[in-house]
């Protein structure tokens, strides 16, 4: 359903629309604005291991600060950012300030990495590689530790994407794929694009407990994942029973708001301290029991 959202708010905020135009036109104005205000933060959300339940990551999600505005989700304005191409200064903005915010703490010790969704927007653009290459450069954040998030539905050439992902695996940094299994012809993407990893989309979490049909595209994304020697993070995580049931048929990693949902850097470093993570969620958890 969000996708559908999606493609309704990008269609009337290009005026093709005659649903919500002077809604969508308003919203632009506001994000116009917001980009010169500089209104838009990064929080983080934790990505663990699945075997260890240590925090091995974060993923950086956009934060618009909007008191004024009701669309103020990723889901609403970013499909409007990314028809008005405001998303390559924004993007550039939440890569800069997520590599700044992460580099101290990233560089202690501990395999820990930083995710970065980009959009087809800024994935199509051939000095994307160069760009990344030189945030990294100018905040002194380690390029393998740098992970970069596409969405494979968006990509209609596939010769750039992969030229793309190559110059970026030549910094190296990874690309993985997200929201993997939404998109159409999905398998066939994955011969044609050299990515380290796959997001499993949210939707098949929660299905897979859900129904019989779901379960077995989840089992069958995992079991070609490991085949292709791709790591897999499962995204969506609500309770325990999806952690049981992703844990036992091999997902590598674990992210959702079972854990925690993205929080400011600082509350990011201090789950760092009390690590193993997951441990003390599933205490907070009892403990909090009636
Ligand atoms: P995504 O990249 O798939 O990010 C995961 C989304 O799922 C995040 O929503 C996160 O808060 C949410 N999530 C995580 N765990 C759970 C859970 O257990 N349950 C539920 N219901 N949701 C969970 P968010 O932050 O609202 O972002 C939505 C989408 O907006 C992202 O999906 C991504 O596609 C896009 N987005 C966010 N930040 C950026 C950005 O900096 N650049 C670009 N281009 N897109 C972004
Ligand atoms: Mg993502
Ligand atoms: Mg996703
Ligand atoms: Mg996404």
Same mark, same amino acid.
């Given at each position: ?7 309704? #708010? ?9 649903? $919500? /135009?002077? $809604? ?6 506001? &994000?116009? $604005?917001?980009?010169?205000? *500089? ?5 983080? %959300?934790?990505? &663990? ?22 669309? *103020?989700?990723?889901?609403? +304005?970013? /499909? ?12 550039? %903005? ?11 703490? &990233? ?9 970065? *969704?980009?959009?087809?927007?800024? +994935? ?11 945030? &990294? ?6 390029? =393998? ?5 596409? #969405? $494979? ?25 997200? =929201? ?12 044609? @694009? /050299?990515?380290?990893? @796959? ?11 859900? *129904? ?26 609500? =309770? ?14 674990? %992210? ?11 509350? +990011? ?5 009390? %690590? ?15």
């Amino acid at each position: 359903p969000s996708r559908r959202r999606h493609r309704a #708010t990008t269609r009337s905020s290009a005026g093709a629309d005659a649903e $919500e /135009p002077a $809604e969508a036109d308003d919203l632009l104005a506001c &994000l116009r $604005e917001a980009v010169v205000l *500089n209104a838009f933060s990064v929080v983080f %959300q934790p990505i &663990l291991d699945a075997k260890s339940r240590d925090i091995i990551g974060a993923e950086a999600l956009l934060r618009w600060t909007s008191t004024t505005h009701k669309a *103020n989700r990723p889901a609403d +304005f970013v /499909p409007v950012l990314e028809a008005s191409g405001l998303i390559k200064r924004v993007g550039a %903005q939440v890569l800069e300030e997520a590599c700044r915010a992460m580099r101290d703490l &990233l560089s202690r010790d501990g395999p820990v990495r930083l995710s970065v *969704n980009i959009s087809p927007k800024q +994935f199509i653009d051939p000095g994307l590689a160069d760009l990344v290459e030189s945030i &990294l450069c100018d905040n002194a954040f380690a390029p =393998d530790r740098l992970e970069i998030e596409i #969405t $494979e539905n968006a990509i209609e050439d596939f010769t750039q994407a992969r030229a793309t992902i190559l110059a970026l695996k030549a910094l190296g940094v990874r690309v993985v794929i997200d =929201d993997f299994g939404v998109g159409y012809s999905s398998l066939g993407h994955l011969k044609k @694009l /050299p990515v380290s990893g @796959l997001k499993l989309d949210r939707s098949f979490v929660v299905g897979a407990l859900k *129904n019989r049909h779901d379960r077995l595209i989840t089992e069958s994304i995992i079991r070609l994942a490991h085949d292709l020697k791709l790591e897999i993070v499962a995204e969506g995580i609500e =309770d325990i029973a999806h952690e049981r049931w992703l844990c036992a048929r091999g997902v590598d990693r674990l %992210q959702g708001f079972l854990y925690s949902e993205g929080v400011s850097a600082s509350a +990011f470093a201090e789950m760092l301290s009390v %690590q193993p993570f997951a441990r003390n969620v599933a205490r907070r958890q009892k403990s909090a029991a009636p």
